[in-house]
Each structure stands twice: as structure tokens, then as C-alpha cells.
């Protein structure tokens, strides 16, 4: 990326990729299929990944043939999260040595998730994070969940700037595509969960959220962060 063609602005999923969250969803999970005498296979886990709560339980209510709807299963799934989230939440390797980093070179910064806003400024204000960035855009702000490019294209217009100009950051499948579909720079920051997704179509797929790479892509000098997890 050139020095004009470097993003005016930064737009980061939360899940997974701001968060180890990911690991908090699949004990959620987990413990909704034990209580039916089922189990979380990787084929219903990546089916699931990157979409709204309801969806993503409609689709385990979907493959199990369960009676229960999506919204009584995600009530169950809340008091799950209520449990476990305090103890369990932490941020991935990188992100705040990149929020120093972006606020230091003045790029403005925004959150594009499908989580629902509760959950989101929940997770932030743990962390004291919420006030780092310019806006939040979540589930309720969308019409279309992720793949669909809705959510990075409003992001985009939010800021005031074309998609090309922003640079996302995801960590799932449906995440790059929909930044991608929006035409969005889009950086792939895989995690355990999601390393053997599909990536095409992103400019780059970081070890983390301190790869030098990502780091250079956005034009960032002095960056004191952790070495990138080797593959």
C-alpha cells in the first residue's frame, strides 16, 4: 500500500478478533447442546461463526431439529454469558499496542460487529475501551447481517468516506466477505478458531493483531508490539 492509498480509517470486528469472545461462545454453546444431549461439531461452529446471535442460534436449532425458537435459546445463552464473561474476557495479543499506535498517527478508529450493542459496550467498558473509538455499529444498526456488505458500507458513510478507503480488520470467513463485497481494505487476523476459513478475496492475512506487516499497511512508524504468532 502506497502512502496515498493507505486507509483514512480503521474499522475492527470485536469477536475474535478484538476478543478472545470466540472462546466464551463456544462454552456458551457447549453447554446449550450438552443440556439437549448434543455436541458442538466444527462443521455447526464455522456454519455459525460471524452472524448475528439469532442467527447463528436458529442455525443450531436448524441442524439439531430442537423445539425451542432462537429467542428463548438466546435468553439461555445470556445467562450463560453472564456467568462466564468477568473472569474469561481478554484482549487479543496486539490490540491495545494498535489502539496506541492508530491514535498516535491520528487515524480514527470504529467497531462493525454483530453482536448486539448491550454485549459490545459491555465488553468495552470492562476494558475501558468504548471512548477509543468514533462510533459502534452492531446488529441493531443493520438490516443485513454479515456476509452481507451492509454494515462495512455504513461504516464507511458514517466516516464519510468511500469503502475503498477504510481498512477492516476480521477474523472470520463472513466477516472478510463482507468487507470485501463492500469494497473495504481488508486485513484477515485469524484465530484458532478460524484458521482454516476462506480468505480470498483480502489483502492481507496477519499472524496478529502486532504483525509488522498490518502494521506497515497502515503506514504506522514506531510500533513497540508483540512479536506475531508463528503459524
Known sequence: MTQDSRPQAVVFDLDGLMFNTEDLYDEVCEQLLRRRGRFLTPELKRKMMGLTE?????????DHQFTDTAAALLAESDAIFD???PGDVAPMPGLIALLDALETAG????IATSSRRPFVTRVLDH???RPRFRFLLTAEDVTYAKPHPEIYQTAA??????PQQILV????ENGCRAATTAGAWTVAVPSHHTFDHEFSGVQLIADSLADPRLH????????????PRTP
Open 83 to 85: 456467568r462466564l464473561l
Open 107 to 110: 487515524l480514527a478508529k470504529a
Open 157 to 162: 458513510a458514517r466516516f464519510g468516506l468511500a
Open 127 to 129: 476494558f475501558g475501551l
Open 54 to 62: 439469532l442467527s447463528s442460534l436458529q442455525i443450531m436449532i436448524d
Open 216 to 227: 506497515r499497511a497502515l503506514g504506522l512508524a514506531s510500533v513497540h508490539a508483540e512479536e
Open 169 to 172: 480488520l476480521e477474523d472470520s
